[in-house]
């Protein structure tokens, strides 16, 4: 048994050595972009611009950071359950040469994820496009491993609509940017929260393990812990690590699970087009019809349709007559209300039904 919301101070990739095999459900990983800064930014003022200069953010060449990245992603690979998941995010310096060693190491990518800034900083020297987007790969340990992916939750969550891989979300500013005793931020790259809340949320359940390698000032730990999740941090710095802690302990908790679990779709009872037929709400030989009726179909006693020479279900024939791969049979096809001639989708007889059968 792992323990469990703490921030182990060392280098990450000793410190996941440390961990057993399979222990945790989703890594977010955050690591160095190798940025290769090699000289101070000025604004147009003549101040300069608080870019990533920290020596964590240095190597000597690439095939020290690709070793750096092998080494790190192997040990993260070991300590992943086979269903868990992992999240990397990084720049156009660096997101590339990752993405090629998570490939490498056989892990399957399931989305890159593009989160588009809405406040980025500027092109001070006009001389390329304002860089105002990271990426974040998500990918599971394999192709057949069955990850979360809460697809209802992140639905509902965006106002009933799938959510896409292009997320709009500002940087991290304001009260939420940690600052120092001399009002200097804390963390060069802090992730603005609300990142952190998609991803968590996305991809894991209440009382899963997240493991951070890249700790920092504790973004990950502190939307786990307002999202009733577990965290493992592992940071070097000793200031980052002050820092977060003093954010992780000011964070109260939700205790109620009915509050933190995933929303779910309802299994809702099969009905079956057969059923519309033995129950009589429509008989065999009753006509069918596109919503322009264009085309017309009989019912068979076995609820099939048959139009022309071709016969099947309702699925299968609306689909053959649309020229479509596949077809929503309850949707398409209409039958013609007695009393108005006016047409309504099967639909309306599979809803007739189920109230009749599991609510009446």
């Not at 800064?37 to 990533?52: I, N, S």
């Not at 390329?128 to 340990?141: G, P, Q, S, V, Y």
């Not at 809702?268 to 429509?282: A, D, K, M, N, T």
């Not at 264009?294 to 007559?321: F, N, P, R």
């Amino acid at each position: 048994m792992v323990e469990t919301n703490v921030i182990l101070k060392g280098d990450c990739i000793e410190k996941m050595r440390s961990l057993p095999d399979a222990c945790v459900d989703v890594i977010f990983a955050d690591p160095p972009y190798f940025m290769q800064l090699r000289k101070d930014l000025h604004r147009p003022d003549a101040t300069k611009v608080g870019a990533v200069d920290d020596d964590w953010d240095k190597f000597s060449d690439y095939k020290a950071y690709d070793a750096f990245t092998n080494d790190w992603l192997t040990q993260a690979r070991r300590v992943l359950k086979d269903n868990g998941t992992l999240w990397v995010i990084g720049s156009y310096h660096n997101i590339f040469r990752v993405g090629a060693k998570v490939q490498d190491l056989g892990f399957w990518i399931l989305n890159d994820i593009i989160w588009t800034k809405t406040n980025p900083m500027p092109n001070f020297k006009g001389t390329r496009f304002t860089n105002a987007h990271e990426t974040l790969i998500w990918c599971a340990k394999s192709m057949d491993a069955k990850y979360t992916f809460n697809y209802e939750s992140m639905k509902v969550f965006n106002e009933d609509l799938q959510m896409r891989s292009d997320w709009h979300l500002p940087i991290c500013n304001g009260p939420e940017r940690l600052k120092n005793e001399a009002g200097k931020k804390v963390h060069t790259t802090q992730k603005p929260e609300a990142l952190l809340y998609r991803v968590i949320l996305a991809s894991t359940h209440p009382g899963d393990v997240i493991l951070d390698p890249f700790f920092g000032t504790g973004t990950t730990g502190a939307v786990a812990k307002k999202l009733g999740r577990k965290y493992i941090g592992i940071e070097r710095e000793e200031e980052y690590i002050k820092y977060a802690q003093k954010r992780l302990d000011g964070i109260e908790e939700i205790l109620d699970d009915a509050v933190l679990e995933a929303t779910c779709k309802k299994a809702e009872p099969r009905i079956p087009f057969g059923s519309v037929i033995e129950h009589g709400l429509l008989k065999p030989g009753a006509k069918l019809f596109d919503s322009k009726r264009k085309y017309c179909a009989t019912v068979k006693a076995d609820g099939s349709l048959y139009l022309g020479s071709e016969k099947g279900s309702i699925h299968q024939m609306g689909a053959k007559v649309a020229g479509l791969p596949s077809c929503n049979g309850w949707t398409f096809w209409h039958f013609e209300n007695k009393k108005s001639d006016a047409l309504l989708p099967l639909d309306e007889l599979r809803k007739q039904l189920k109230d009749e059968l599991f609510v009446g």
